[in-house]
């Protein structure tokens, strides 16, 4: 027998057993691919969809003081702007006091660029920004609510004040899991109780590669003004929410190395038990003239190719959570840029490499060592 084929005939001697560890190895390293893909997120650029070029002006100091809307020209005529927006956040109730959702008051025309993964028909979308007092729906609330295009829909904003009273011009679906309620920032200027006024503005970048001096610049704009502005990315904006929660970047290291010494132990545990029960037939190997090195190769083989199917198998896995992946999109705007190219193919090829070789390497020197007098004698 070949030593290829020797290595494949104790494989498949106990296949319950290597099934499930290779199986472990797989959701293991399904499970590590995806930390380390969501690591690479966090800690890189987005470069997926629009998102990368939207840019949040808030203000620097606290953001419950508004910003003067007339900061809107000024940051428009800066270079590298494409389009900006006021933009507030509305809390509303409509039906019972339980029955909150929350909206966009924003410039209609600008909103759907930078939301560029929200799909509503052209009729609609002429509709919506036409008609100051048009409101859109995403299609889970329009449906939770019963609403209809055409429909008059009577909207209570949270702090008493007065009621919004829309009509509901188009109902979009989205990608994201978050679908708010959108309309005119001007019907919203006439309520709210500091006209001329807004807690930040979007702005939509016409280039990445001027994103950094875009937000100096913005900044710098309205340094030596009363409300001055901090410029940030979404993608910050969101990773600052997460940060509320700890820190990610820790939290995310110390799963994945949680999750590596756990696949490092089935790995070890199984070619322990393995190399165990073969102690007898290892020392015939050796008495046929087998040197300790070709055993200590032929069982660190096995251990090999249970980790790198394992790997395979889980590769594949972490390929299709990628690729969903980018269809969420977090706040219904940024996309999860998770991406499966060498860097991440290396790093789990380098996981399986490490796993087989350091799980099986004591067990089968041990046993490549062995007296072969007394390995013969051994009995399990």
Known sequence: MSWTGLVLHNLLRNPRRTILTTASVAASVLLLATLFGAYRFISGPTRLDRSHLVLMVRPATSGMLPLPVSYRERIAALPGVSAVTPFNWVGVEYGGQDAQVHGFACDPGVILRIFSNWRLSLEETRAFIRDKTALIAGEETAARFG???GQSVTLRPLGGLPPLELVLRGIYTSDGMDAPLVFHWDYWNEIQRLRDSTTGFWVLASDPAALTGLMRG?????????????????????????????????????????VLFTVLLIVANSMAMTIRERTAEIAVLRALGFRPHQVLGL?????????????????????????????????????VGLEFDLATAGFILAVATGVSLVSTWLPAKQAARLNIAVALRHTD
């Open 299 to 335: 069982l660190t083989a096995e251990s090999f190719i249970i980790t790198l199917v394992g790997s395979l198998i889980g590769s594949l896995g972490a390929l299709g959570v990628f690729h969903a992946a980018v269809s969420f999109r977090i706040g219904g705007a940024m996309p």
């Open 147 to 149: 609403w209809k295009v």
């Open 218 to 258: 913005i900044d710098a704009t309205f340094r030596n003004s009363p409300a001055q502005t901090k410029t940030e990315t979404l993608k910050q904006i969101v990773l600052d929410f997460l940060g509320r929660l700890g820190n990610v970047k820790v939290m995310l290291l110390g799963i994945s190395c949680a």
